[in-house]
């Protein structure tokens, strides 16, 4: 009796440790004793923001995707290059086009002053990300922390892990899988692409070359994105035509009428795997909504340095 009351919970404590080990440990609850007005200042920040540039809650999200499928949600997309570290900025999906570096050093510095050196550059982003789609009259959600940050950067992994708009259906797949993350998971997140614009150099050739695309939509297109490469490679175009600041299921109706902007947009219904989630999407916002949550709380989840790994950076831009 003494000893079989004994043995179960060492056995617990032990599966406990086991899986402690190999998980990670976020939760939404994580700074609530060192830095409990967090949610409210990173908040009251992204309003600003968003506030003073409506496209801007859309780039925030993306950085966000862009620090997870990097070797993991680390801030590792914050560090600027220096003479010792090659960053991820200059990386050929970041280059020219990744934004809103300048917001988070306002909301670090925001935080900073409140709770000095407790809250990472990281869960900076993945809180900033979840509260810009708030912003333009998406979900919210409760947002998991305990991320730290990272004390390197990676070019060569932001060239290989974030897909191009160039990518077919079973690149996508297998990009997400490659981060643990489903098929649905990938359709789902790419209903980011409601909010946002694009640069001519990455919708050219769809629009140009292909036909598996609306021709009026193709020709509105046009006039803001010559056909010559090199001519106007820069200038935007909304990722969803019908309502580009407002976080809503439009994308998927979209792609349902053969308006993707992207071509990798429109691989997602193209008459492959996806069409059915796309099609649900269309028609039941509510699902879609559902399944971004669960999908980016996944995202959240890639890889996070816990513990004692990586630091707490003071200047999101610079190891400490
Ligand atoms: C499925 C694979 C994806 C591909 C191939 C892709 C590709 C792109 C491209 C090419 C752009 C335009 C960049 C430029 O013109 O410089 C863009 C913009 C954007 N992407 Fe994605 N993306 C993908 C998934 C995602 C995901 C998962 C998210 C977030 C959860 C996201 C959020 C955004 C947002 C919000 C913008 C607009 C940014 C702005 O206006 O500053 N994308 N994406
Ligand atoms: C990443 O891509 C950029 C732009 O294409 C290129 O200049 C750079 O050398 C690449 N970096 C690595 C480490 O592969
Ligand atoms: C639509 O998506 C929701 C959420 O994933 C799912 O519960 C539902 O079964 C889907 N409906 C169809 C018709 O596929």
Redesign the pocket.
């Known amino acids: 009796m003494a000893s079989s009351s004994f043995h179960a919970p060492t056995l617990v404590s032990i599966l406990v440790l086991l899986l402690g080990n190999s998980r990670a440990q976020l939760t939404p609850d994580f700074y609530e004793d060192s830095c409990p007005d967090l949610l409210n200042i990173v908040q009251a920040q992204v309003e600003i923001a968003v506030q003073n540039e409506k496209r801007m809650g859309a780039s925030l999200l993306r950085l966000f995707f862009h620090d997870c499928f990097v070797n993991g949600c680390d801030g590792s997309i914050l560090l600027d290059d220096t003479p010792t570290l090659i960053g991820e900025k200059n990386?050929?999906p970041n280059?020219n086009s990744v934004r809103g570096f300048e917001v988070i050093d306002v909301i670090k510095a925001a935080v900073e002053e409140a709770c000095p050196g407790v809250v990472s550059c990281a869960d900076i982003l993945a809180i900033t990300a979840k509260d810009s789609v708030v912003q333009l009259g998406g979900p919210d959600w409760e947002v998991k922390l305990g991320r730290r940050d990272a004390m390197t950067a990676s070019?060569?992994a932001a060239?290989s892990s974030i897909p191009p708009p160039t990518s077919n259906l079973d690149q996508l797949i297998s990009k997400y899988a490659a981060q643990g993350l489903s098929a649905q998971d990938m359709v789902a997140l790419s209903g980011a692409h409601t909010i946002g614009q694009a640069r001519c150099t990455t919708f050219r050739n769809h629009i140009y070359q292909e036909t598996n695309i609306d021709s009026f939509f193709a020709n509105t297109r046009k006039p803001n994105c010559p056909g010559t490469p090199g001519q106007g490679d820069n200038n935007l175009a909304p990722l969803d035509i019908q309502t580009p600041t407002l976080f809503d299921n439009s994308y998927f109706v979209n792609l349902v009428a053969m308006k993707g902007l992207l071509h990798s947009d429109q691989e997602l219904f193209n008459g492959g795997s996806t069409d059915a989630i796309v099609q649900n999407y269309s028609q039941n916002p509510d699902a879609f909504i559902q399944d971004f949550i669960t999908a980016m709380i996944k995202m959240g989840d890639i890889n996070p340095l816990t513990g004692s790994d990586g630091e707490i950076r003071t200047n999101c831009r610079l190891v400490n």
Do not use: I, T
């Open positions: 990386a050929a280059a070019q060569a060239n």
